[in-house]
């Protein structure tokens, strides 16, 4: 399976493109704007300082400018003249004051300039004399009104002429009261002088809207001016001008910081300044001191809000960011672009290494000679596949060839194998036919020493002379010995080939232990032992094979006697867990060692010390004896002590009820020869069918089937013996091939047919030829055409049969 | 007086077995080979067969069984194989083919006359 390739390397080149554009663009914008913003608020604090400046100059020309308009008054014809009449020069008919007060209303209608109110002229003692206001009218003098106590009086009455007092500010009132809405005003006052003494006091009460509205309407921005004392004149809060005045309390320094009263009162210029108490704007402030000895000293603030400077910085900004935008797109473009052209080539070498790793090696590597590292990359990868093509190629070639020489060793293996199991076959058909070989000379060895020694009749009764008894029983004995080793030999060769095969039956262990005893005490020869059966004679019968059975009691007990020289051997049998007998020989003999006792079992092997060694044997005795009690489902063991003796056990299965039912009569059993009780077989006939087929294979299958269906069959390939075997068989039918090497059978046939023992025995032709004419004119019973299945032929050879019956 | 059909290819075993039943009086005819041995059954049927299974021209187990048939079934002359093949195994396969007994090599003289007396008599001494 190919992992999904995920584009996880362009992803981050393009982000960290983006990141390493994306810092500086910022870093370079905030510092820009910071210090745009800062140029900015410095450069229009630096403008609005200028304005206001020059409009508190403005303030401080139109304030002198009333000043100057109350000396002109003061030193006017008609203003000295009126001074006269209060000093008294007489004034008929009021031609002076009138003169006076016309002066006064030229003044007041200029009163869009600077708001006159009303003037007055006011005698030393406080007395009203004059009083002229805004309309012009002259109203007539109070006499209850005295201004003593106001400072625009007795500050003025005390200066030299032609010096003004200005009063602090004040509002319009009426007969004491404070008129609504509030009219702010400032009293402006000059004494008047005749003959180097003040004789009067001239007032005018100049309002100050105007003034205010001017200031006001001339400035978008917020704008505070404020009394020396603090109270607010003007405020964009209506609700917090005048304070001392109404008794508010409402004042700059009760309403701002420590700082920006000190900051903004202490200094004498202009100063621009950024307070935490209005953070959002820029105050610019400038002192309105029109004279320097009198009470007029203002604090003019404009309050610019940051916002509104910032907006041009706010655009710039906007500008700045849509060009950050903007080369931030050029920037992914970029690197999309540049990331392509790296991360696309390792991708395609990538899709090029799964494919190579799918086994798909007919790829071509993309991008190679490109002179770039990628380039590089590509033509090394390339190499590398050739290199592992070849590689591959070569490995495969080495695998092919290494799989083929495993195969013929594997072949030569199973040969070898195959020949083992041949050359095994081969050993044991060589020791069985050896052994038969050997059995016949021994017979007439056994058979002639014994028959002299013991059978004179068959020797004429012709005594031997009496020096050669002894030799010949040697003989005799070595014969026996010979046969015993043959014997051993024959069953270790079937046991190690597996096909050691016993023929069960139900075997009667007294009768069995009859004979071995009697053999056994054959054995005994001059020792003084004592043979002691120990058995009851009603023991159930097991199931075994008899021969076998025989086989090991007369080993255990030919052991027993070779190892024992006096005391006794007891042959015991008991059933035991009641369906196993078990049998013992238990000998007073040496005894076998405890590290012996395994190696007793082995084959070839025995005890090779001391006495032991006089004593002859194959040593396969116990090994054969082991095998075959396990072979009949039991065991043999053994049980010693050195010096005292030995037991050896073995066991066979109680014979069952089934098998007491299934087994004929126990066979008679002696030890050179059986009896069969003959069976019903031999009542039914049997036919016997002579088969002549030149192929093995045909031949072996044919006489399988037949003998299945219940034929005797005696086969052979050789045409030439027909004759001899029809003769000396005379068998019930005859299947004949006709096509045999070296002999015709047609020519068989008609020799078949024409000897009289054996013309009417029915003959089969089976053939791959078709001459069925010739077959019948021979005499030929039946033909059979090649091929044929075996069932045919059963089919045939059953239906001549029951022809030939009838 | 019937005879004893001896059918043995090796000729001192052959000759050894004559000497002792003959020794007992017995009446032997000896063929090296099966076939005519059983053509001189036919023809004159003996009392006993003696037969080893080994034999050059003819399978002596399948010879035993088509004599035993040809010879009368179970009313057939006794056959003693006689073979120096002697596992159980060919024990059993004689008595399957028609045997009466089965006598292993090598055997004594006296089992040899004790198995032949079982089923013939032996003959009355004349002289």
Redesign the interface.
Known sequence: MVPKVTRRLQNKLIFAFVVVLLIPTGIISFYSLRTAASTLIQKIGAEELRTLVSQANDIEKRLIDVKEDLIFLSLAPPTRRYASIINGLPDPNDVYRDAEVALLRTFLDRSTIHQYLDFRIIDLAGQELLHVDSTGEILSSEDDVNVAGEAYFNQAIGLPSTQVFISDYDLVRTEGVIEQPYVPILYYSVPLEVDGANVAVLVAKVSLEPLFWDITSRSAAPIFLVNRDGSYLINPDSNRLYGRILNTFVTFDGERSREDVITMFGSDQGIITQSSDMPDSLQVFVHIRPETQISIRWLLIRAIPISAILGEVNATQQVAILLSLISLLAAILVAVLLTRSIVRPIRQLSEVADSVRQGRWDVIVPGTGGRDEIGHLADAFDGMLRELKSVYGSLEARVASRTAELSSANLKLSEANRKAEEASRAKSLFLSNMSHELRTPLNVIIGYSHSILVMPQMFNNVPIPETYRPYLKLIEDNGHYLIGLINDILDLSKIEAGRLELAPTMVDLPEIFRGVLATATGLLKDKALQLRPDYPEDLPPVWADPMRVRQITLNLLSNAVKFTNSGSITLRAQVTDEVWVSISVIDTGIGIPEDARTVIFDRFRQISSGKFSEIEGTGLGLDISKQLSQLHGGDLTVASEVGKGSKFTFTLPVATAEQRESAAAPALLNESFTIFERSGLLDQEVCSILLVEDEVSMRELLRRALEVAGYIVIDTHDGGQVMELALGLLPNLIILDVNLPHVSGWDVIAQLKGDPATADIPVIVCTASTDRTRAAVLGAADFIAKPATPEQVIDVVRERLLRVER | MGYILLVED?K??AD?II??LT??RYEVRHFTR???A??EA?RDMPELILMDF?LP???GR??S??L???LG??S?P?I?AC???????E??L???F???????????????L??VQ?FVAPPVRSD
Do not use: W, Y
């Open positions: 090796n001192d075993n050894m000497h002792i020794s007992a099966g076939l005519p059983a053509r036919r080994n021209d003819v399978d399948t010879l069984l088509v035993a048939q040809q079934g179970s057939a006794p003693i073979t120096a093949r002697v596992g159980s195994v024990a059993k004689a008595e399957r028609g045997c009466s007994a089965f006598l292993r090599k090598p055997f004594s003289p006296e089992d040899l004790t198995l079982r």
